[in-house]
T-cell receptor
Framework: GAGVSQSPRYKVAKRGQDVALRCDPI?????LFWYQQALGQGPEFLTY????????KSGLPSDRFFAERPEGSVSTLKIQRTQQEDSAVYLC????????????????FGPGTRLTVL | TQLLEQSPQFLSIQEGENLTVYCNSS?????LQWYRQEPGEGPVLLVT?????EVKKLKRLTFQFGDARKDSSLHITAAQPGDTGLYLC???????????FGSGTKLNVKP
């Protein structure tokens, strides 16, 4: 079956532009996560959805970052007035269930969107 | 700021050698996962450990979770070029829905 897909794969933006990054999770997956991965670093948690509800957005670096998942499937991460420090790979992951049992919490990652802000 | 420290950051070895990668934290985690990430792709889960002292084996890879659930190690026996990649550990808080990743160990296995 299809895995997690993200689009675009690459995005170049001028400083100050708004960008929107899309994530298509695995069909039927309840949980969806966004991560930011800077060059040479591990992913850092941004936000988490359970269906359409955004349950944790503690990792969003500023109010320029906004994420939504209005129908509980596709999600969009929007960054307003992009800055150079926003340059990173943005990873999306989904997992099957919301149960607090590790075996149900395997996260399947998409390939990421590499954002470069000039 | 990353709660999990991985060492070494870089490792370049010859095919056939053994290696160990470490993942340490001052925090206690309910579960810990190991991932491998290749360039241009997302991380892929290798294993999840949940019990202090737990040891899991996956072919030539052996994973151990520390007794206090603060640290973990990944040991690879007889490394092969196909093992090349970025190895990441990730710890989950109690609710299992927020994961903290380490900074990764970049492994290069030369033929």
């Amino acid at each position: 079956g299809a895995g997690v897909s993200q689009s675009p794969r690459y995005k170049v933006a001028k400083r100050g532009q708004d960008v929107a990054l899309r994530c298509d999770p695995i069909s039927g997956h309840v949980s969806l996560f966004w991560y930011q991965q800077a060059l040479g670093q591990g992913p850092e948690f941004l936000t988490y959805f359970q269906n359409e509800a955004q349950l944790d957005k503690s990792g969003l670096p500023s109010d320029r970052f906004f994420a939504e998942r209005p129908e509980g499937s596709v999600s969009t991460l929007k960054i307003q007035r992009t800055q150079q420090e926003d340059s990173a790979v943005y990873l999306c992951a989904s997992s099957r269930d919301r149960a607090f049992i590790p075996v149900y919490n395997e996260q399947f990652f998409g390939p990421g969107t590499r954002l470069t802000v000039l | 700021t990353q709660l999990l420290e991985q060492s070494p950051q870089f490792l370049s070895i010859q095919e056939g050698e053994n290696l160990t990668v470490y993942c340490n934290s001052s925090s206690v985690f309910s579960s810990l996962q190991w991932y491998r990430q290749e360039p241009g792709e997302g991380p892929v889960l290798l294993v999840t450990v949940v019990t202090g002292g737990e040891v899991k084996k996956l072919k030539r890879l052996t994973f151990q979770f520390g007794d206090a659930r603060k640290d973990s190690s990944l040991h690879i026996t007889a490394a092969q070029p196909g093992d090349t990649g970025l190895y990441l550990c990730a710890g989950a808080e109690d609710n299992f829905n927020k994961f903290y990743f380490g900074s990764g160990t970049k492994l290069n296995v030369k033929p």
